[in-house]
């Protein structure tokens, strides 16, 4: 388990300040709504149902207008939203849980993200679906997905999985600035975390990994709660003389291809953590973009660490067994570290 | 009746409504020509809701239809020929050929989206209407989908959350199966409602009904003024069904021309059309309705409409023209429109 109060490591300056991944996503929100006031939320669980959620109250005690609660009717509402995004308003839809995305699929995947493209680029659509995903704790089998695998197969969506309070801040105002449909994926586990802030942050551009840990040895990339995860494994990992360079990708569309396949190309070993399932998950697209692109480059074979495909059962225990965990993520890294190089007899 | 417009807007409701038949119906033929460019669906028969409709709108008020888009296109001005082009996959398309029949859209003339989905549009709409309402102007959006989008989750959901926000806007659910199976078994609207009547769900969830003959142009015009009228002054949703026979060409999976092009003749003597579109004609079809209005009150004599009639026929025919002439689109095109700022 990841020791959600123990800050990233950072370059501390003047600028910058401490935040939770909760106070930050809330300051990115709370900017937008100053900053345009044809910027509209519909749905208001975005901090989950957490003791964090309180700190969203002063958000909507600024905006009572501008922050909808909509009835449980997600397909109606998602599609509210991307009307109002196509004429002329920002969006943030709050689909809550991850789960819930199943009930407004019709509208998430068949048209925001196919408007621009049928109107031959006339049209603009800048929505962004947000949602909490994967084991929450307890969340079992229907309050557990991480649909942005699935999401990924739907070409026309942006998705971003930012994994730190900085990335949050940068991210989100990145993702209504492109004007394109997108899913912002976020993670109950993340709101607690803690790590720096610049005062002067900008927009963080989309398609621009992180490399949030450099190192010699053996390359994880890892996305959203598990490169907390991955964290964690770094530092047992570094006790043993062992060096990971931790890729983000930050966003999954745009991907940045390149910063992985240089990662990998100095490395030469991958690991790739996600809590999407194992098949067709996105270890599976970032482990075929290497294989296609970098097989020369490595020395073993790639290792996904990843939720196996069976549904999420409710049991801690259960749950835990399936969980990629950093001590799953570090054995990960062993294997590399002591496996045959390919072609080695 | 006619609808309460000056002289010079009942000849131009007539040049738009005349223009969609005959575009239309040159459609089916140049379907039945081939080369094929797969399912799709014509807006023959419903011209006298549509275009009426349309005239109770301001050009900044937003319209979003269904499948079944054409006419709402054509009434709103896009070009005929660029429709045509767009239809037959052409790169002078109104939307270079990414979207064909099914999807056609024209943003610039206040027809942002249409979606093929059945109740896929409806909260689309809506949601639009809801900017309107955020932005503190007064522009009206029109949901237009047919009686099947009433059985969809999507539509109820919709209409609650409408209610709910009173948003601008009017739900024009155009119910083209006056005649359909379950009606002439007794049942109302269809076999596949428990609803008996399409309003009942939208009264359900306290959003106001309006029921209008599709084939009245006058009668459609003064409900569409009227719901209007109520969104445009913050009154919120309305749900106007308006009520048509489906027309005979539309009845199988693939339009069809039975008895070919209708004819200006049938407005006074429908006994001369074929026989199995004799009670169409006579009784059925709004546009020969509103063609029979026009001339017993003296709006245009019989020589103007036939000379209408004949500058459309040219009209579509230079459509035609232009799509057939038109390349086809760079193959590399089809990475291009996908994102904003990046291909």
């Not at chain 1, 809330?26 to 709504?33: F, H």
């Not at chain 2, 969809?152 to 209409?159: D, N, Q, R, V, Y």
């Not at chain 2, 209005?293 to 004949?310: F, Q, T």
Request: glycine share 10%; aromatic share 6%.
């Amino acid at each position: 388990m990841v020791d959600a109060t123990k800050t990233q490591p950072s370059n501390p300056s003047s600028d910058t300040r401490e935040l939770s991944y909760a106070e930050a996503l809330v300051e990115a929100i709370a900017e937008l709504m100053k900053q345009d006031p044809e910027f509209l939320i519909i749905g208001s669980y975005i901090l989950g149902l957490g003791p964090l959620r309180g700190l969203f109250d002063k958000v909507r005690d600024e905006h009572p207008n501008r922050i909808l609660d909509p009835p449980t009717a997600e397909v109606g509402f998602a599609g509210f939203g991307i009307g109002a995004a196509m004429n002329g308003l920002k969006v943030l839809v709050d689909l809550s849980t991850a789960s819930f995305v199943f009930e407004a699929f019709p509208q998430v995947v068949n048209e925001a993200p196919n408007a621009r493209y049928m109107s031959g680029g006339r049209l603009a659509v800048p929505v962004v679906f947000h949602f909490l995903h994967g084991l929450r704790g307890g969340g079992a089998a229907q309050h557990s997905h991480s649909p942005q695998a699935m999401l990924w197969n739907t070409p026309g969506l942006q998705i971003i999985v930012p994994s730190s309070p900085a990335d949050v801040k940068g991210l989100l105002p990145a993702a209504f600035a492109t004007g394109n449909p997108t899913i912002f994926v976020d993670h109950s586990k993340l709101m607690p975390v803690r790590g720096p802030v610049s005062n002067s942050a900008k927009e963080i551009p989309l398609g621009v990994a992180d490399i949030k840990r450099p190192g010699r040895d053996v390359t994880v990339v890892a996305t959203s709660y598990s490169v907390q995860q991955a964290f964690a494994a770094c530092e047992s990992l570094e006790a043993e003389g062992i060096d990971v360079e931790l890729v983000d990708p930050r966003t999954l569309v745009p991907l940045d291809r390149q910063a992985i396949l240089d990662s990998v190309a100095k490395t030469g070993r991958l690991v790739i953590a996600d809590e999407t399932h194992r098949s067709c998950g996105v270890a599976s697209e970032i482990a075929a973009i290497v294989s296609e692109e970098a097989l020369g480059s490595l020395k073993v074979p790639i290792i996904r660490v990843t939720v196996p495909d069976v549904p999420i059962p409710f049991s801690p225990v259960l749950e835990s067994e399936l969980d990629p965990t950093a001590s799953k993520i570090a054995d990960a890294v062993r294997m590399q570290m002591t496996r045959k190089q390919v072609g080695a007899r | 009746m006619l609808p309460e417009l000056k002289q010079a807007d009942l000849i131009e409701l007539l040049n738009k409504m005349l223009l969609v038949r005959r575009w239309e119906e040159r459609l089916i033929r140049l379907a039945a020509e081939g080369p094929s460019f797969g399912h799709y669906h014509v807006y023959v028969g419903q011209e006298t809701i549509g275009i009426p409709a349309l005239f109770a709108l301001r050009p900044t008020d937003l319209v979003f239809p269904t499948h079944r888009n054409h006419g709402y296109l054509l009434g709103r001005g896009a070009d005929p020929g660029r429709l045509m082009a767009e239809i037959l996959g052409k790169e002078s398309g109104l939307n270079q050929g990414k979207a064909g029949t099914l999807h056609a859209s024209a943003p610039e003339l206040g027809i942002p989206h249409t979606s093929a989905i059945v109740g896929g549009i409806v909260p689309i709409a809506a949601g639009a209407a809801l900017a309107a309402q955020v932005k503190g102007s007064d522009q009206v959006t029109v949901a237009v989908f047919g009686d099947g989008a009433m059985e969809e989750g999507a539509t109820f959901e919709a209409l609650n959350i409408a209610s709910l926000w009173k948003v601008p806007v009017v739900f024009l659910c155009e119910n083209n199966t006056d005649e359909a199976l379950g009606a002439a078994a007794g049942g109302y609207p269809k076999s596949v409602t428990a609803a008996r009547d399409l309003g009942d769900i939208a009264r359900a969830v306290g959003v106001p009904t309006l029921v209008v003959d599709g084939t009245d142009a006058g009668g459609v015009h003064s409900a569409m003024n009227e719901a209007v009228s109520r969104a445009r002054n913050s009154g919120g949703p309305t749900f106007l069904e308006a009520r048509v026979s489906r027309w005979p060409g539309s009845n199988p999976l693939w339009p069809e021309l039975p008895g070919g092009e209708m004819e200006l003749r049938y407005v006074e003597e429908p006994e001369a059309a074929p026989e199995q579109l004799r009670r169409w004609y006579s009784e059925k079809d709004g546009l020969l309705r509103y063609l029979r209005e026009i001339l017993s009150h003296g709006v245009m004599g019989k020589n103007d409409v036939e000379e209408l009639d004949a500058k459309i026929h040219a009209q579509v025919e230079d459509a035609v023209r232009f799509a057939a002439d038109s390349p086809y689109p760079p193959p590399g095109s089809a990475y291009l429109d996908v994102f904003a700022g990046r291909s």
